[in-house]
T-cell receptor
Framework: DTGVSQDPRHKITKRGQNVTFRCDPI?????LYWYRQTLGQGPEFLTY????????KSRLLSDRFSAERPKGSFSTLEIQRTEQGDSAMYLC??????????FGPGTRLTVL | DAKTTQPPSMDCAEGRAANLPCNHS???????VYWYRQIHSQGPQYIIH?????ETNEMASLIITEDRKSSTLILPHATLRDTAVYYC????????????WGAGTKLIIKP
């Protein structure tokens, strides 16, 4: 499969725990994006990488959220001290140039 | 990025053309129009994009008005699998992300 993959697909955690999600983009895509989506809403941009450089992170929801892409390939999104309001679908996408983004299937987070 | 306005929902009969409108009256000259769709429980899927000329690919056609203040996505022969939420987004050419996604149009294809 040559699409964008995300792991895990579902995560249930207790409030206060840390969680980490992984995204593997399409191999030739140099741009990688993280979005959050809540029920009935469109995706909400969080952060963006070009290769290993994080070029935009001002939209990360709080300092509890952080993302890395250490070698310019896969990326991780970490949420520390999770809150119930963090429950959402977390989407990863990749792209090359101005072409449209390819999205992964998402990781659904439930914080109890 | 300019804001877009779409109807919340639409129906279309299977086999007919589905025409999804989008208003982007504040679009700037360097902003592209992108369309994505999202089938239930899946990530969004890129469909098509354009600047000012009409565009066509294997999935759909994009018609942009001459003043660029609105556009229409056309699915020429809708199937039940085209039931999804369709998002219209505008994006500055040298920007690499869309800040603003609306709630989209829920398109229901009926047999």
């Amino acid at each position: 499969d040559t699409g964008v993959s995300q792991d895990p697909r579902h995560k249930i955690t207790k409030r206060g725990q840390n969680v980490t999600f992984r995204c593997d983009p399409i191999s030739e895509h140099n741009r990688l994006y993280w979005y959050r989506q809540t029920l009935g809403q469109g995706p909400e941009f969080l952060t963006y990488f070009q290769n290993e450089a994080q070029l935009e992170k001002s939209r990360l929801l709080s300092d509890r959220f952080s993302a890395e892409r250490p070698k310019g390939s896969f990326s991780t999104l970490e949420i520390q001290r999770t809150e119930q309001g963090d429950s959402a679908m977390y989407l990863c996408a990749s792209s090359l140039g101005l072409a449209g983004k390819f999205f992964g299937p998402g990781t659904r987070l439930t914080v109890l | 990025d300019a804001k877009t306005t779409q109807p919340p929902s639409m129906d279309c009969a299977e086999g007919r053309a589905a025409n999804l409108p989008c208003n982007h009256s504040t679009i700037s000259g360097n902003e592209y129009v992108y369309w994505y769709r999202q089938i239930h429980s899946q990530g969004p899927q890129y469909i098509i994009h354009g600047l000012k000329n009409n565009e066509t690919n294997e999935m759909a056609s994009l018609i942009i008005t001459e003043d660029r203040k609105s556009s229409t996505l056309i699915l020429p022969h809708a199937t039940l699998r085209d039931t999804a939420v369709y998002y219209c987004i505008v994006r500055v050419a040298d920007s690499n992300y869309q800040l603003i996604w609306g709630a989209g149009t829920k398109l229901i294809i009926k047999p």
